[in-house]
């Protein structure tokens, strides 16, 4: 929905309005709240961002709770009505491992079955690559994914996806919104069981042996690698493991991880991005001595890695497993003008240079891998060049043309494939970053995120992002500003964005955004120096800018 920001007059008459609708333990919710709880739960309409809607599970209109899945199902049902001619209506879900994505689901296809549209949902969770998917594979007019991805327990989401696979890109979530507008919190429905359907389990092996079959194409006999694997208590078991003991490799687990609980018991952020999520994991890997470690969130498509170098296991950001797996392909002789790569704006320009001096076409999109999506397909449609692989910063890959979305299956097969390789050759991670870096340059990249919570958070980030469009404060630090691009005015043909990008001088690149996801606001910090030194020393020096940005 938009973010419309009620004033406290409009909050109180939204809140009476809920008090009067629901019932049972909802409503000893809402009598329970105080100001701040009403103000924070009422404030606005939860909005669509880069991964459909997110927020904390709860009561009122900026909560996650049946009457926004009701809600926001009869608008993209509706939607559906308007843009498709037939009448033969079909949508696939999918739900996460967190607390109440079953029963969110279960009131999506009942939804969905009293508009007359069939649905085929999973009997159990899945990963959200696995609904791109079934969407492709059962030739369904759209698909509906219950997920908060990597956000902490409390949290859930609803995700949709049109007819390619591809999550709503801005244009249709546009016209998707404005159907969901339409519609009121506590609209009724009719549910039809005979319109709901079971995903047939003939689509998940489908799904399991184009990534089996895409990877011995890689590598037919790769030497086994020993792996180690945590799911975060989330769908990539046991899709991952099956996959990649198919491949023939040697697959350990995290057992206390293994178990579908929405709760993470385990941890507090079920995010790869995090160091947390590997902490059980290198608790194991002491005694098995794995040669590589991976985790995946809750949805599975997200996947980050940590491998050994020199007796200590190490943690890889994004970029740096992006970089590694596209370097790896090239090796494996994929790079002609056949060929082309996909990143967001603000992952590695490293990937840039490595396309550029390979003879591959690089693509750019906005921060979302549902722009990732959308390119390939349209791609795809027009006969143009053939995708060979996209990624973004944010730990989310794709290899081959099954899916429209990032896909930690089949990121973690090929993950496995490259290890396997660099393992052949007698070395380590380390040992291939640093050959990339000294033939390409050293580029570094750092993430500074910082949250702001609730209705004065949502405030303080839009003063952040308007005075870094107008009012750029001069720094302690003498660098010289050459250009500032405002993805609002629209940027290098891409849709409009809330993003800024500085370009100071010396290679020094920032690039702000709020999330889409949760209320923070990111900055990315990105270089290119001639050494580990020099590198470290421009990104300590543009995180300075940053923070003395956001405290003035």
Same mark, same amino acid.
């Given at each position: 929905?938009?973010?419309?920001h009620r004033?406290?007059?409009?909050?109180?008459?939204e809140?009476?309005?809920?008090?009067?609708?629901?019932? +049972?333990? $909802?409503?000893?919710?809402?009598?329970?709240?105080?100001?701040?709880e009403i103000?924070?739960?009422?404030?606005? &309409?939860?909005?669509?961002?880069?991964g459909?809607?997110?927020?904390?599970?709860?009561i009122g209109?900026n909560r996650i709770?049946?009457?926004?899945?009701s809600?926001a199902? =009869?608008?993209?049902?509706?939607?559906l009505?308007k843009v498709?001619?037939?009448n033969?209506l079909s949508v696939?879900i999918a739900?996460d491992?967190?607390?109440n994505?079953?029963?969110f689901?279960? =009131?999506a296809?009942?939804v *969905?079955?009293?508009k007359?549209i069939?649905s085929y949902?999973?009997?159990?969770?899945?990963p959200?690559p696995? *609904?791109?998917f079934?969407?492709?594979?059962?030739n369904?007019?759209?698909g509906i994914?219950?997920?908060a991805s990597?956000n902490?327990?409390e949290?859930n989401?609803y995700?949709v996806y049109?007819?390619?696979?591809?999550?709503a890109?801005?244009k249709?979530?546009?016209?998707?919104i404005a159907?969901?507008?339409k519609?009121?919190y506590?609209e009724?429905?009719e549910?039809?069981d005979?319109l709901?359907?079971i995903?047939p389990e003939?689509?998940?092996?489908r799904f399991?042996?184009y990534i089996?079959?895409?990877?011995?194409?890689?590598n037919?006999?790769?030497?086994?690698?020993n792996?180690?694997?945590s799911?975060?208590?989330?769908t990539?078991?046991p %899709?991952v493991?099956?996959v990649?003991?198919?491949?023939?490799h040697?697959?350990?687990?995290?057992e206390?991880?293994t178990s579908?609980?929405g709760?993470f018991?385990?941890?507090n %952020?079920?995010?790869p991005?995090?160091?947390?999520?590997?902490?059980?994991?290198?608790?194991?890997?002491?005694?098995i001595?794995?040669?590589?470690?991976?985790?995946?969130d809750?949805?599975?498509?997200? $996947?980050?890695i940590?491998?050994?170098?020199n007796?200590?296991y190490?943690?890889?950001?994004?970029n740096?497993?992006g970089?590694?797996?596209?370097y790896y392909?090239?090796?494996?002789?994929?790079s002609n003008e056949d060929?082309y790569?996909?990143?967001?704006?603000?992952?590695t320009?490293?990937?840039?240079k490595?396309?550029?001096k390979?003879?591959?076409e690089?693509?750019?999109? *906005?921060? +979302?891998f549902?722009?990732?999506g959308?390119l390939?397909?349209?791609?795809?449609k027009?006969g143009?060049a053939?995708?060979l692989?996209?990624?973004?910063?944010s730990?989310g890959y794709l290899?081959g043309t099954?899916?429209? &979305?990032k896909?930690?299956?089949?990121?973690?097969?090929?993950?496995?494939?490259m290890?396997s390789?660099?393992k052949?050759?007698?070395e380590?991670?380390?040992?291939?970053l640093?050959?990339?870096?000294?033939?390409?340059? %050293?580029y570094?990249?750092?993430?500074?995120s910082?949250?702001?919570?609730?209705y004065?958070?949502s405030k303080?980030?839009?003063r952040i $992002?308007?005075?870094?469009?107008?009012?750029?404060?001069r720094t302690?630090?003498?660098?010289k500003l =050459?250009?500032?691009?405002?993805?609002?005015?629209?940027?290098k043909?891409?849709p409009k964005s809330?993003?800024v990008?500085?370009?100071?001088?010396?290679?020094i690149k920032?690039?702000?955004?709020?999330?889409g996801?949760e209320?923070? =606001?990111?900055f990315?910090? $990105?270089?290119?120096?001639?050494s580990?030194?020099e590198k470290?020393?421009k990104?300590?020096?543009?995180?300075k800018i940053?923070?003395?940005?956001?405290?003035?």
């Open positions: 929905m938009v973010n419309l004033n406290k007059e409009q909050i109180i008459e809140y009476n309005r809920w008090m009067k609708n629901v019932k +049972g333990d $909802m409503l000893k919710e809402l009598e329970a709240m105080d100001e701040e103000i924070n739960s009422f404030y606005r &309409d939860l909005e669509f961002g880069t459909g809607m997110r927020g904390l599970m709860g209109t709770n049946n009457y926004l899945i809600k199902t =009869i608008g993209f049902a509706n939607w009505k498709n001619k037939n033969d696939a739900f491992t967190r607390n994505s079953k029963e689901a279960k =009131i296809s009942e *969905l079955s009293g007359g069939k949902v999973f009997s159990t969770p899945a959200t696995l *609904l791109s079934a969407v492709r594979d059962l369904c007019s759209g994914v219950i997920t990597h902490p327990s949290y989401g995700k049109t007819s390619d696979g591809t999550q890109v801005p249709i979530a546009s016209e998707i159907e969901i507008e519609i009121d506590f009724g429905y549910k039809k005979e709901i359907n995903v003939e689509t998940e092996k399991k042996k089996v079959d895409l990877m011995k194409g890689l037919p006999d790769p030497e086994p690698v792996v180690l694997y799911p975060l208590h989330g990539g078991y %899709y493991p099956d990649l003991k198919e491949l023939g040697n697959v350990s687990v995290v206390e991880q579908p609980d709760n018991p385990t941890l %952020y079920p995010n991005e995090d160091e947390e999520a590997f902490s059980l994991a290198l608790k194991k890997a002491t005694e001595k794995p040669d590589i470690i991976i985790t995946t809750p949805d599975g498509d997200r $996947m980050g940590m491998c050994p170098v007796d200590e190490v943690r890889l950001t994004g740096e497993t970089v590694l797996m596209l392909l090239i090796e494996k002789g994929l060929y790569i996909v990143k967001t704006i603000v992952t320009d490293l990937a840039e490595l396309a550029q390979n003879n591959i690089l693509k750019e999109t *906005l921060t +979302g549902k722009f990732i959308e390939i397909e349209k791609n795809e027009e143009k053939k995708f692989f996209g990624f973004e910063e730990f290899y099954h899916v429209r &979305d896909d930690a299956v089949v990121a973690t097969s090929l993950a496995v494939t290890i390789h660099i052949n050759q007698g380590n991670i380390q040992d291939r640093e050959t990339i870096y000294k033939k390409y340059g %050293y570094g990249n750092r993430l500074l910082f949250s702001y919570e609730g004065e958070g303080k980030i839009q $992002m308007k005075s870094l469009r107008e009012d750029i404060k302690s630090e003498d660098i =050459i250009e500032k691009l405002d993805y609002l005015e629209g940027v043909g891409l809330n993003a990008e500085l370009h100071y001088e010396n290679d920032l690039i702000a955004r709020p999330s996801t209320p923070k =606001i990111k990315y910090l $990105m270089v290119k120096a001639s580990k030194e470290r020393q990104l300590d020096t543009l995180e940053v923070k003395e940005q956001i405290n003035r």
